[in-house]
T-cell receptor
């Protein structure tokens, strides 16, 4: 079955450590996205990528970094510069970035930093 | 200012009641797309419906119906005869050609609790 796989489901880290969240899709989608979800805040865009080796900052990119070396993979690194990293992170993809295509989401990774 | 406003933070109903989730959007584009997604407790958002700005026809899918009104910039979602399985967080989203490409902007979501 095609879909998006995010791993791990739960992640715990100490403050000051970088951590990388995995996102893999086998849908052959060109566009991929990372959103952050906090209670009462909805989904906020961190980074997005329309094609391999290209990505753009979203609304809250500070303290995060991404790479898109393969079409299937779009890992997100939460760096120590992110002031408030504890959140639920959602990865998504779409066939194209044309507005008309709905997003397909992974199950999310809940990151807790203490 | 929020581009997508879901004013209802949480709605609680009893099974079989009808419920309407409100969504108000803001855009200057003439071409845009509106979406509804459902997020069950498992966390994965599931796509429910898409509407483009040129199609104001309302849609019904089983117990679900959507009312798109450009005059009031609203895209409301009604669940008829609600069931416990409808309990979830529902998100409305807007996709417009800002930033030179269509990037979905989400509302803050409405948590629907259906009691048996």
């Amino acid at each position: 079955d095609g879909g998006i796989t995010q791993s791990p489901k739960y992640l715990f880290r100490k403050e000051g450590q970088n951590v990388t969240l995995s996102c893999e899709q086998n849908l052959n989608h060109d566009a991929m996205y990372w959103y952050r979800q906090d209670p009462g805040q909805g989904l906020r865009l961190i980074y997005y990528s329309q094609i391999v080796n290209d990505f753009q900052k979203g609304d809250i990119a500070e303290g995060y970094s991404v790479s898109r070396e393969k079409k299937e993979s779009f890992p997100l690194t939460v760096t120590s510069a992110q002031k408030n990293p504890t959140a639920f992170y959602l990865c998504a993809s779409s066939p194209r970035q044309d507005g008309n295509s709905p997003l397909h989401f992974g199950n999310g990774t809940r990151l807790t930093v203490t | 200012a929020q581009k997508v406003t879901q004013a209802q933070t949480e709605i609680s109903v009893v099974e079989k009641e009808d419920v309407t989730l409100d969504c108000v959007y803001e855009t200057r584009d003439t071409t845009y797309y509106l979406f509804w997604y459902k997020q069950p407790p498992s966390g994965e958002l599931v796509f429910l419906i898409r509407r483009n700005s040129f199609d104001e026809q309302n849609e019904i899918s089983g117990r679900y119906s959507w009312n798109f009104q450009k005059s009031t910039s609203s895209f409301n979602f009604t669940i008829t005869a609600s069931q416990v399985v409808d309990s979830a967080v529902y998100f409305c989203a807007l996709s417009e050609a800002s930033r030179g490409s269509y990037i979905p902007t989400f509302g803050r979501g409405t948590s629907l609790i259906v009691h048996p």
